[in-house]
């Protein structure tokens, strides 16, 4: 099993819509969590912190089921400039070195 | 404000050959990471430094190493290269925190083949 899972899609998704990732994380311990946005051949960028209670910032979402060790990602509203990978990211905690998944490829369609 | 730099962008060397890849952290931090990513794959964790040394490594032959210096720069080495190295190399650099869950910030990436 895969530390940390994610639904490779493609989603194809008309501009406007909603669009909710799920990734689950097989490390109990895992105390850090994150979601990066990738462009096709850039550098993975800080998307949102995922917290304990949840937390939004702007058209996203991000929650953290801990019971069922998996983070979700939603994004509302969804523009053209949305389409890109979504990667997941767990840790220990602190600034230890993350854990990521294969990605989630979202295409938002005019 | 400086993000995350690396050097060189691009490089390509042949099997057998050795590489050194370069990383300058964010300002004002002071750990750096390196991961390398394949084509189609997420980024995989190579090793952590802070304060000098190699704080974490995850699942890496001993032909990958690291450096770190006192300015917090850090330098990856890999030796006897194989055709499977070819890759996106990343660094990371973040601000170590016992107290609280820091993100990491990537810099644009070495990529590198493998001839």
């Known amino acids: 099993r895969k530390e940390v899972e994610q639904d490779p899609g493609p989603f194809n998704v008309p501009e406007g819509a909603t669009v909710a990732f799920n990734c689950t994380y097989s490390?109990?311990?895992?105390?850090?969590f994150f979601w990066y946005r990738q462009d096709c051949r850039k550098e993975p960028k800080l998307l949102m912190s995922?917290?304990?209670s949840g937390n939004e910032d702007g058209r996203f979402t991000a929650q953290l089921n801990r019971a069922s060790q998996y983070i979700s990602l939603l994004i509302r509203d969804s523009k053209l400039s949305d389409s890109a990978t979504y990667l997941c990211a767990c840790g220990g905690g602190g600034a230890d070195g993350l854990t990521f998944g294969k990605g989630t490829h979202l295409i938002i369609q005019p | 404000d400086a993000g995350v730099t690396q050097s060189p962008t691009h490089l390509i060397k042949t099997r057998g050959q050795q590489v050194t890849l370069r990383c300058s952290p964010k300002?004002?931090?002071?750990?750096v990471s390196w991961y390398q990513q394949a084509l189609g794959q997420g980024p995989q964790f190579i090793f952590q430094?802070?304060?000098?040394?190699?704080?974490q490594r995850g699942n890496f032959p001993d032909r990958f190493s690291g450096h770190q210096f006192p300015n917090y720069s850090s330098e990856l080495n890999v030796n006897a290269l194989l055709l499977g190295d070819s890759a996106l190399y990343l660094c990371?650099?973040?601000?170590?925190?016992?107290?609280?869950?820091?993100?990491?910030?990537f810099g644009d990436g070495t990529r590198l083949s493998i001839l």
């Open positions: 990371a650099s973040s601000l170590l925190s016992e107290h609280s869950n820091q993100p990491q910030h």
């Open positions: 490390n109990s311990a895992s105390q850090s």
């Open positions: 300002s004002g931090h002071d750990t």
């Open positions: 430094y802070y304060e000098e040394e190699e704080r």
């Open positions: 995922v917290y304990s």
